[in-house]
């Protein structure tokens, strides 16, 4: 398993303050509006990946089915189901990034790290986790999140600046 260490609390102390937070900002019969922040923060604390434990944990502590959760956790792309490396990549594969040579990044991208899309590197290093649909920055076309932060007009040797530059 890549990342962190995985601990066998569900919610470890720190995840609950993070959700308390949260939970001022809503009304008290508002509670599942904080599992966005609730599911990141676990996912954050954790091993990178949410474990159905995690996510049941979540649900009984913000009052709401398990089945809920599941829905909110698979739909976002945010969240990550299976373990993942250290480093999730995501490549942006709508008409602009395509157009500027997207394809071309990914791969070079899959070449570069000897993974195809969906897939971990054998040192749990990196995940190339999917290619977007759309990452909103068709004026920076190609481009690519790496951990949330975006890099834009990408060229094989920016991506080799990039990733090489990650711990």
Not at 119 to 138: N, P, V, Y
Request: with cysteine; aromatic share 6%; net charge negative.
């Amino acid at each position: 398993m890549a990342g962190s260490t995985k601990t066998s609390e569900p919610l470890m102390d720190g995840v609950r303050k993070e959700i308390d937070h949260w939970l001022t900002k809503y009304p008290d019969d508002k509670r599942p509006s904080a599992v966005l922040a609730a599911l990141t923060a676990v996912q954050e604390q954790g091993n990178g990946s949410l474990s159905r434990e995690q996510m049941d944990a979540v649900a009984d502590y913000l009052g709401m089915a398990h089945i809920a959760v599941y829905e909110v956790a698979s739909f976002y792309s945010l969240f990550d189901l299976e373990p993942v490396g250290r480093h999730k990549i995501a490549v942006c594969n709508n008409i602009s990034c395509m157009l500027c040579g997207g394809d071309d990044i990914l791969s070079y991208i899959e070449k570069k790290l000897g993974i195809a899309l969906g897939e971990t590197t054998a040192d749990g290093r990196f995940t190339l986790k999917r290619e977007e649909e759309c990452l909103a920055a068709c004026c920076g076309a190609p481009m690519m999140a790496v951990n949330g932060h975006y890099y834009e007009k990408l060229t094989p040797e920016k991506v080799d600046e990039i990733l090489d530059g990650l711990e």
